[in-house]
């Protein structure tokens, strides 16, 4: 972090439009669920506010666990791959006429 801005408010100064993925949405849970590996303080809702305060609109997903996992042991395991591959495509389509209206609107 450098300032009052974080590492995505920093490299996106003036952008219209930023699509912003993350495992979670910043709350605490996250090193619990096994989808931070840091204790360290999020700051990613700050991030999205600063940046939409810039005049940038911005949409958050936030990926969260796949469909049927209560927590994850660990982000690096192979295992997670494919799941999260499957949950990725399905989320893509199903995102595909909200993401075209963001981008084309």
Do not use: Y
Request: glycine share 12%.
């Amino acid at each position: 972090m450098h300032g009052n801005h974080g590492l995505l408010s920093g490299l996106l100064l003036r952008v219209r439009k930023a699509l912003v993925i993350s495992l979670t949405d910043g709350g605490q849970d996250a090193v619990r669920l096994g989808l931070r590996v840091s204790g360290l303080p999020n700051t990613l809702q700050q991030e999205v506010q600063t940046l939409e305060k810039q005049g940038a609109r911005v949409a958050l997903k936030v990926v969260g666990l796949v469909p049927g996992a209560d927590r994850v042991d660990s982000i690096m395991n192979p295992k997670w791959i494919k799941p999260c591959l499957e949950n990725g495509r399905q989320r893509g389509e199903a995102d595909v006429a909200e993401m075209r209206t963001f981008w084309n609107g």
